[in-house]
């Protein structure tokens, strides 16, 4: 069985050093190691612990597993509807969780379907050109938004 703790000392180590050095039982380097020990003694006994529930199997340690980081870019249609005219475009550029570039929304008032497909693969390339070593031949995905919810002000459509 591990010794008691003195009390005196304990509390001694929860206080400044100039505090302690003034008190009468001051011993010099034996007060320091102790005192270092006193303010340890908690955190090394939970590690202590810690460390014997994983080696018995009692507690499984945790695996973090890193996410692949892959550039993917997003294309936004503000539409209502899959077959109805797209009123706004916007894309999203993303490197694993992070998103890197945001091109802002524009209106396609009087765009032709080949005019937004020259914008998106121009947008593209532009977003290759941001990555190093990287060359994106696809948006990863495309997402519908009402066209309600288009950031873009003054608008044309919207009242």
Known sequence: MPRKA??????CAKQGVDVAKAKE???GQKCHV???SYRRRDR???ERRDLYAVETGKVIPEQTVE??????????FYRER????????QFDLWVGQE????????????????DVTRHSLRVLKSFSGDLVGGVLLQFEDEM????????????????
């Open 99 to 114: 998103r890197v570039r945001i091109e802002e929304p524009v209106h396609t008032l009087g765009w032709k379907k080949a």
């Open 6 to 11: 003195n009390e005196k000392c304990r509390r």
């Open 144 to 159: 519908d938004i009402h066209p309600s919810e288009c950031p873009v002000r003054p608008c044309p459509l919207c009242p």
């Open 67 to 76: 996410p692949p980081i892959k550039p993917a870019a997003y294309r936004y």
């Open 34 to 36: 102790r005192r270092a």
């Open 82 to 89: 899959v077959d109805a005219p797209v009123h706004a475009i």
């Open 25 to 27: 039982c001051w011993v």
């Open 44 to 46: 090394r006994n939970r």
